[in-house]
């Protein structure tokens, strides 16, 4: 199991998780940051801090948002597991899913 983040994220990308997260999972995509799930250590650290709520366990995504679980594993097919998102820095490029979303209002 892991934390995904979902649709509240997208062209917001407030980073408040970056700064909590013990292990440097969270990785910077165009459009909004994405939860690597084999790095995650499901410590829970990120979620309180989103200020839009973005953040959830797996098993707790509301409905509406289940296709952002897909969204952060997908993401991670071709940059693989780089072991910590602070020496990549922004990643040029989103999830299809997200990609596809028309500019969201915050």
């Not at 983040?5 to 440097?24: G, M, Q, S, T, Y």
């Not at 084999?38 to 990120?46: K, L, M, T």
């Not at 309180?48 to 797996?58: F, G, L, N, S, W």
């Amino acid at each position: 199991m892991t934390y995904i983040i979902a649709l509240p994220c997208v062209d917001l990308k407030d980073k408040a998780c970056i700064d909590e997260c013990p292990v440097d999972c969270i990785y910077e995509g165009e459009r909004m940051l994405y939860i690597h799930p084999d790095e995650c250590v499901d410590c829970g650290a990120c979620e309180p801090v989103c200020p839009v709520e973005a953040i959830y366990y797996e098993d707790d995504t509301p409905e509406q948002w289940s296709e952002y679980y897909r969204a952060n594993v997908e993401f991670f097919d071709e940059v693989g597991s780089p072991g910590g998102a602070a020496k990549v820095g922004l990643i040029p490029k989103d999830h299809e899913i997200v990609a596809a979303l028309p500019p969201q209002q915050q």
